[in-house]
């Protein structure tokens, strides 16, 4: 008899870490079921919230009569209504994330990101959605069912990283309304997905990045070597001795480019290396602090 | 081997290093690593210059190097040459009249040749140099009847000396002579000093007066007694009177059977008829008296020195033959007519004399043995009688040190002896042919990852 193991079992300590953290909405929510997030909806639940005098068009029903009767004046009891706020956690598995060759550390580690915020997201009684464009895409609807975290492990497990399938397509399939975590290094089509994620953004949506940065590629090997982009065959480059303060400048002036363009678009940018402890950049990503202190590049 | 420009040789050293630098240098597609960062990489060449632990293209360097080595080693010029001898000797021999016993020559020069020593003959003519190639059997001139320069002598010596020096690495100069003044000229000293080492002196003892060949051989008449003669009672009276020998023939008006000087022995053959006049002359009808008869003696052959005079009551009964390129007067009688010739011959000559000598002590007279030994000057001239130099004299030369001096070999060396150099260009161009289709087939094949 063989016991088929657990596609989280490799990632417990790393849920347990995040387990009990919550990832409030940074805005009303406009969804309708009962959640935990603010919603955007004055309703009748029974949290109160405030007073606001009438105005025709009104429900009478929501009059406070009893204000009414004492004091003459019309005035309607507004209460907040909680709901849910569906996330979206779209992981780029272009080849670029295959890196380095052989550990595939930037996959490895924005899988386990990924997962540890749909935990987190599941946690919160949030429906969490996968999207994993690529080759063989993988898509998973947003749900709350007990479980959601084990198929989304066992999905991302599954996707081996390849090609370089662009990921704003992607962000197309998102509702408006939902929070989106794009986890990507950003080397494929990151314009167009700073685009989108401005739209949405403005439309009131919700959008984290997180960028992934493998430790090999702020400190590559030495020596003469011919850098090959997996993504683009022809970008061959000699990367000697010479030209690697050449190279480190231009990648590190490109990720600062990069986080200050996602931050002044509205969304949420942390940036990780692969050597990082995964519970503290999530807990990064969902601290409802000041972002400017959340992550900066190396 | 020698190179006679080991400069590109060297410098085809230096081209062969370069070019393993070069190889270890060798610009090439460096080791592929994928970045996915890569853009961000400056762009550059592909293909970087590396330095590599061993050479690339091995076949290719190999052929190179060889070939250039090939090309210095042609324009070095090797020539192929003998090994040489620790010491070679220029032996300069005395084959001048100088010398008094030809046996003490050979002794000396069996002791001191050997194989491939150079054997200088002098005298006062050019004689044949003779390479030694078996010391017991060296074949040498007759001796000369005259005495040469020595300064001519040294001079062949030191350019010998110069030949020698590329069979040998040092070479000395051998000196075998008696050393006597009538060879040593106002040249000599300078000749000397050219040579920068010292000149190994084996002196000979000098011929002289004294020596054992000076004998005067009187052939009388039959019956007739040395002591009755008075040439005879003379030449015994007076000794060692010449250089060499001289056979005075008394015997009849034809005076005697000798036909000439020899050449081997350089004897001295005097036909002087006891009475009468010699062959060939013409008796003089009226018969008178003169007192004195000159003969000159000639030293060197170069300058009368002094003359001998016979003072007396001669009768004079002849008339000598006339003069012409083959007879010449060697003695006169004191009104200028000739009293003795010398005629040519085949190797020699011979002298008549037409002189009756008178009763008394004339034979016995200092004079007498004087004019003697002017009749025994050599054919051709030559010396009478000779001067050994003396030892202070030569003392500076033979002091001077080391007598072997160390030779370089000379560059002149015939090149006709260096076959090697269209070898080495021949097999150079072979190579770069070789290296030209190697390059090319691999220029043909991909090229391998890097």
Same mark, same amino acid.
């Given at each position: 008899?063989?016991v088929s193991k657990s596609p989280i079992a490799s990632h417990g300590a790393l849920l347990d ?95 386990r990101?990924?997962l540890?915020?749909?935990s987190?997201?599941? &946690? ?5 959605? /996968?999207?994993?464009?690529?080759? %063989?895409? @993988?898509?998973?609807?947003? #749900?709350?069912? !007990?479980g959601?975290v084990s198929d989304i492990a066992r999905?991302l497990q ?112 942390? &940036? ?5 402890? /995964?519970?503290?950049?999530?807990? %990064?990503? @969902?601290?409802?602090?000041? #972002?400017?202190? !959340?992550?900066?590049?190396? | ?450």
């Open positions: 008899m063989t870490a995040v387990r009990g953290l919550r990832w409030p909405a940074t805005r009303r929510v406009s969804g309708g079921l009962p959640g935990a997030h603010r919603s955007r909806m004055r309703g009748t639940s029974s949290e109160f919230s405030e007073y606001r005098p009438y105005r025709q068009g009104d429900d009478p029903r929501r009059l406070d009569w009893k204000l009414l009767a004492r004091s003459d004046r019309a005035y309607i009891r507004l209460a907040d209504d909680h709901s849910v706020l569906a996330t979206y956690v779209l992981v780029d598995a272009s080849a670029s994330m295959a890196f380095p060759a052989g550990s595939n550390a930037k996959w490895e580690v924005a899988q990101i990924a540890a915020l749909c987190v997201v599941h &946690a919160t009684g949030d429906p969490v959605a /996968l999207l994993v464009p690529g080759p %063989r895409p @993988v898509r998973l609807a947003p #749900r709350t069912r !007990s959601t999905s599954s996707v081996t990283p390849d090609g370089s399938t662009p990921l704003s397509p992607s962000l197309d399939m998102v509702p408006r309304g939902a929070r989106v975590v794009i986890v990507s290094d950003f080397l494929g089509d990151a314009g167009n997905l700073l685009s989108r994620a401005r739209e949405r953004v403005a439309s009131g949506g919700e959008v984290h990045a997180i960028h992934v940065v493998a430790r090999e590629e702020l400190d590559p090997p030495r020596g003469a070597r011919l850098t090959r982009d997996p993504e683009q065959d022809s970008v061959r480059r000699p990367l000697s001795d010479a030209s690697r303060a050449a190279y480190l400048d231009a990648f590190g002036q490109w990720r600062a480019e990069l986080m200050a363009d996602w931050r002044a678009a509205g969304a949420g940018f942390t &940036a990780l290396v692969t050597d990082e402890p /995964l519970d503290r950049v999530v807990r %990064r990503v @969902v601290a409802p602090v000041d #972002r400017s202190m !959340s992550g900066s590049p190396t | 081997m020698r190179l006679l420009a080991p400069i590109f040789l060297a410098l085809a050293g230096l081209a062969a290093a370069i070019t393993v630098v070069l190889h270890l240098l060798a610009v090439r597609r460096p080791q592929e690593y994928t970045l996915p960062t890569a853009r961000f990489v400056p762009a550059g060449a592909v293909r970087a210059t590396s330095m590599a632990r061993t050479p690339t293209d091995i076949l290719l360097l190999l052929l190179r190097i060889a070939t250039l080595l090939l090309i210095g080693a042609a324009l070095a010029r090797p020539i192929l040459q003998p090994e040489r001898s620790d010491l070679g000797r220029v032996l300069l021999v005395d084959r001048s009249a100088a010398v008094a016993n030809d046996n003490e020559v050979m002794e000396r020069l069996s002791a001191l040749a050997r194989e491939g020593d150079l054997v200088l003959q002098f005298a006062d003519s050019a004689l044949p140099v003779v390479t030694v190639s078996d010391p017991a059997g060296i074949q040498l001139a007759p001796v000369s009847a005259t005495v040469g320069s020595l300064t001519t002598a040294l001079l062949s010596g030191q350019r010998a000396a110069a030949v020698l020096g590329d069979s040998a690495e040092r070479v000395e100069i051998v000196l075998i002579s008696p050393l006597v003044q009538e060879q040593w000229d106002a040249g000599t000293q300078e000749a000397l000093e050219l040579w920068p080492g010292a000149i190994r002196l084996e002196r000979l003892r000098a011929a002289t007066t004294d020596s054992a060949r000076s004998v005067v051989m009187v052939q009388l008449p039959d019956g007739e007694g040395a002591g009755s003669d008075p040439v005879a009672a003379g030449a015994a009276l007076a000794g060692k009177v010449a250089l060499f020998p001289i056979v005075i023939a008394r015997t009849g008006e034809n005076g005697g059977s000798a036909s000439g000087t020899s050449s081997a022995t350089r004897s001295i053959l005097v036909r002087w008829p006891v009475s009468g006049v010699p062959n060939g002359w013409t008796v003089r009808e009226v018969r008178d008296t003169v007192s004195a008869v000159v003969a000159y003696d000639f030293a060197s052959g170069n300058a009368v020195r002094a003359a001998s005079t016979l003072a007396g009551p001669f009768e004079r009964s002849g008339v000598a033959p006339d003069l012409d390129g083959d007879t010449r007067a060697i003695a006169w009688w004191s009104d200028g007519e000739v009293a003795a010739v010398q005629r040519s011959v085949s190797e020699g000559c011979v002298r008549e004399v037409g002189i009756a000598l008178p009763d008394g002590d004339l034979a016995l007279r200092p004079s007498f043995a004087r004019f003697l030994a002017a009749l025994s000057v050599p054919c051709d001239g030559g010396v009478a009688s000779l001067t050994p130099v003396a030892d202070s004299l030569l003392q500076p030369f033979t002091n001077r040190g080391e007598t072997a001096v160390p030779f370089e070999r000379s560059s002149a060396t015939d090149l006709s002896a260096a076959p090697l150099v269209p070898w080495l260009l021949a097999g150079a161009l072979a190579l770069l042919g070789a290296e030209w289709v190697v390059r090319r087939r691999q220029r043909g094949m991909p090229e391998a990852a890097a």
